[in-house]
């Protein structure tokens, strides 16, 4: 099993909506429930796919050497490269090299499977083909990206597996561990030909821990009365929703697959406990004394609380400058609301209003999640104002750039709202605030780039992000080998129509690619 961990616990960049507002901790696991806005990135294998996952290079070195120095401790290895010891020399160094947007890898040729492994692995790619067909709602971007239909790439796929001629006598548990492998490998290898889109990938160790944790921590620490969840004082949700999620996290073959034993769980986990304590994450500067100052932060997915101790006496530091530059470019993304908490609630002492508009598919899987009936169904951090369908809301709206055809796979049209209330130990911050983003800034640095607009928290400046946005997702277990697939199931516009997916979030002020938005915000600062 310890192989199959290794692979499963590839993490890039991406991230996940789970924590509240610092009141009511439970409120982001509502959230996470009700709509399962995890921001999960997709694992990407190829230098040549879009790089959205550069600003971790740093941090994922460090986790490699610290699973080094760990002794037996493989239930959080991190590691960033596949074993290929099932390959000779000559054949694995064509494991990852394809150049056909899609196709079929070079690798999948050369694996060796019983005729049992196969059929395995075909039932499971049929069970996540009809998921994504169904539940996907960037079909048409796909299509226009990659100029060929989701169907006609898993299609090419599909047959690849089926034409692998099988050697060797079937034994259903050598078969089932063969088939994880080989499929574990092979989505991860899709999630980077789709370059972050729809945030395709399977749902990596570190993370399911996470759920699985804070869920079944919520059952166990909540009193159940007449059916809901009450948790100090506080009605957090619906016992059965809850219990749910968590009988959908822990079947047989899910715990078999990421090798879990129910009887390790923390049932008293704490939700500030996400993320990793990893120091170099977040850069502070004084670009001009008493004017200007310079903050970076790499990646939200380390822990807020860690990362607090630099963030935090900056912000007293700084608090009389004129202006305070937030550099998120070639952040990749990471726990949704580390933006919100850790600075917009620091740095306002006013409430901030947040809003934008979600497109959603209503396939099986979703409605499993969503009572699109009812606003209620929708709520956590973020609530669902207003539930439409989407043909009747672009009927009355003027959307110059959406694209029409994509209603085939749209169902309903949610408006967000949520309002960010200023931190009882915030640190205002008087001054203009601007943030920078690029083509690398990805999934939760996308939804701080949103809310920073939205709300006029500060002025965006960059390029257009790289449209993996932080969306409603379902994850999707395959029926023999367990594991979980992400398929987010929704689709974000701006507010002239452009799909965040295709086009990526477009800043308050657009400078070109070759251009640098520090450069270019100091230039503004002086007049120039």
Known sequence: MNRIRKKTNLIKHGGFKLMGNGISKFKGLLLAIAILVFMLAACTNDEDQLDVENGYDDTLSELEEEDTESNDDEEYNYEVAYELEDYNEDSSAEIFENHDPFGTPDWLSLIQITAGTRDIMLEDFDYLTASMLENAPTLGVFERRFNISMAGALAEIRQAIYNIEPAGSSNHAEDLFAAADHLSRLFDWFAGRVQGLGHFGTLPLVFYMDFLELFSAALHQAENVDGRLIWEGEDIGDANLFQGFVDSLSSEETLWFYGIDLADLNLYRDLEDL????????????????????????????????????????????????????????????????????????????????????????????????????????????????????????????????????????????????????????????????????????????????????????????????????AMAVFVPLPNTGMLFRIDTGYMVDDLGRSIEEFGVTPNIVIEPESDALNVVLDLIDGR
Do not use: C, K
Request: charged share 20%; glycine share 8%.
């Open 275 to 470: 993320g990793w304590h990893i120091g170099g994450n977040v850069t502070t500067d004084v670009i001009r004394e008493n004017q200007i100052a310079y903050l970076r932060i790499n990646s939200f997915m380390m822990n807020g609380t860690f990362d607090s101790t630099m963030l935090f006496p900056f912000y007293e530091a700084v608090q009389g400058f004129e202006h305070l530059i937030i550099d998120l470019r070639g952040n990749g993304g990471g726990y949704g609301d580390y933006f919100r908490y850790y600075v917009m609630a620091m740095l306002t002492d006013s409430p901030l209003e947040v809003r934008f508009n979600e497109f959603l598919t209503a396939g099986e899987a979703a409605r499993h999640q969503v009572d699109f009936n009812q606003e209620w169904s929708l709520r956590g951090v973020e609530s669902a104002e207003e539930i439409l369908l989407a043909s009747d809301f672009v009927n009355h709206q003027t959307l110059p750039y959406f694209n029409e055809a994509d209603l085939d796979v749209l169902h309903y049209m949610v408006r967000w709202r949520s309002v960010i209330e200023p931190r009882e130990d915030n640190i205002p911050f008087a001054g203009d605030i601007w943030v920078l983003v690029d083509q690398r800034s990805a999934s939760a640095s996308e939804l701080a780039a949103i809310q920073s607009m939205s709300s006029g928290f500060a002025t965006v400046v960059g390029t257009p992000t790289a449209g993996i946005t932080p």
